[in-house]
C-alpha cells in the first residue's frame, strides 16, 4: 500500500479531448487505494508548440507547476505523455544551465513560488509498477481479461529522449502491468514509432501514413485492442480510422484504450467510469 499523497498535474488535454484518460485514471487509482490531489491552480506545461515559440517561458510554466507540487510533497504524477517530457527537459535543463535556472527562479520568486529541483516526476505507470507493484496489481483483479490481445503502444515522448521511465526503443514496462492482470500482451516492434503527433493538422498525408503502418501492424499481430500512454497517440490512431480505411482501402475497426481503461476492465469497473464510451471505435465488443 502506498502511503504518500502524489501532486497529481493533469494537464490541458485530459480536461478536454482525453476525459476518458482522467476518468479511467481517477477511478482505478481509487480503486488501488493510491491517493492524488490535483495540483491546484496549475498551468499548461508549455508542451510542443510552446517549446518551439518562447522556450524561456515554456521552461517557467513547466517551473512554476513543479513549485506548486513541491508544496504537497514533491511527488508529481503526470499522466499525459507531452506534458512529461516537457516538465522533464525543463527540470533537466533549469539543473543544466545556471542562466536558465537563475531567471525562472528570479520570476517564481516574484510571485511567492520557490522551484526545487527535488521534484520526483512520476507517469501512472511508472506509480502501478515501481511503487504499487505488479504482484499486488494483480492480486486486485476482479474480471478476466484474458481474451484481450493488447497491442502495447508507447509512442515517443515517454521514452524518448530521456530513458528513466524504460528503454527508449524497446520499453516493456506496459507489457508487464498489462500482463500481470492477465491481458495477452502481443509482440509489437512498432510500439515506439511516431504516430506522426501534430502533424495530424498540418501534414496530414504523412500523419495518416504513419497511422495506418501503426494499425496495419497491429491488426497483422493478431491484437484486438491497442493500449497507448499518450492523449495524441490515442487521438490519432482512434479519430482517423475512416479516413485511413479510405485512403488505403483498409477495414480497421480496432479499439483504441489508455492503459488505465485496460485496467479498469481488469478491476471489474464500469464502461462509463473509465471513460469507454468516449471512443470513435467502440470497444462493446470486448466487454464481458
Known amino acids: 500500500m502506498i502511503e504518500k499523497e502524489y501532486a497529481y498535474f493533469p494537464g490541458c488535454s485530459l480536461k478536454g479531448t482525453a476525459r476518458g484518460y482522467e476518468e479511467s485514471l481517477l477511478q482505478v487509482f481509487s480503486t488501488l487505494g493510491i491517493k492524488m490531489k490535483e495540483i491546484d491552480d496549475w498551468n499548461c506545461c508549455?508542451?510542443?508548440f510552446y517549446m518551439?515559440?518562447?522556450e524561456m517561458l515554456s521552461f517557467t510554466l513547466s517551473c512554476r507547476n513543479m513549485a506548486l507540487a513541491d508544496k504537497m510533497g514533491?511527488?508529481?504524477?503526470i499522466p499525459c505523455a507531452a506534458c512529461y517530457l516537457a516538465t522533464k527537459k525543463t527540470k533537466d535543463y533549469v539543473q543544466k544551465y545556471d542562466t536558465i535556472g537563475g531567471k525562472i527562479r528570479g520570476a517564481l520568486n516574484e510571485v511567492g513560488l520557490k522551484y526545487s529541483d527535488k521534484v520526483q516526476l512520476k507517469?501512472?505507470?511508472?506509480i502501478l509498477h515501481d511503487d504499487y507493484g505488479l504482484k499486488e496489481l494483480s492480486s486486485k483483479v476482479k474480471k478476466s481479461i484474458e481474451h484481450l490481445k493488447v497491442v502495447p503502444y508507447y509512442g515517443c515522448q515517454l521514452v524518448r529522449p530521456y530513458t528513466d521511465v524504460d528503454d527508449p526503443m524497446h520499453p516493456s514496462i506496459m507489457d508487464k502491468v498489462l500482463?500481470?492482470?492477465g491481458a495477452k500482451v502481443v509482440n509489437y516492434p512498432l510500439k515506439t514509432r511516431c504516430c506522426g503527433g501534430s502533424l495530424m493538422g498540418t501534414i496530414e498525408d504523412i500523419a495518416l501514413r504513419l497511422n495506418y503502418i501503426l494499425l496495419k501492424e497491429a491488426v497483422e499481430r493478431g491484437g484486438n485492442c491497442i493500449?497507448?500512454?499518450c492523449p495524441l497517440c490515442q487521438f490519432n490512431?482512434?479519430?482517423y480510422q475512416d479516413e485511413i480505411n479510405a485512403r488505403y482501402n483498409a477495414n480497421f475497426s480496432i479499439p483504441v484504450m489508455y492503459f488505465t481503461q485496460v485496467i479498469g476492465m481488469a478491476l471489474g469497473l464500469d464502461k462509463e467510469k473509465i471513460g469507454l464510451q468516449r471512443s470513435l471505435v467502440p470497444a462493446d465488443s470486448?466487454?464481458?
Not at 74 to 77: A, C, I, P, R, S
Open 46 to 48: 508549455g508542451a510542443t
Open 52 to 54: 518551439s515559440v518562447d
Open 74 to 77: 514533491g511527488k508529481m504524477v
Open 123 to 126: 507517469h501512472p505507470v511508472e
Open 179 to 181: 500482463s500481470a492482470l
Open 227 to 229: 493500449a497507448v500512454l
Open 237 to 239: 490512431l482512434d479519430c
Open 286 to 288: 470486448l466487454l464481458r
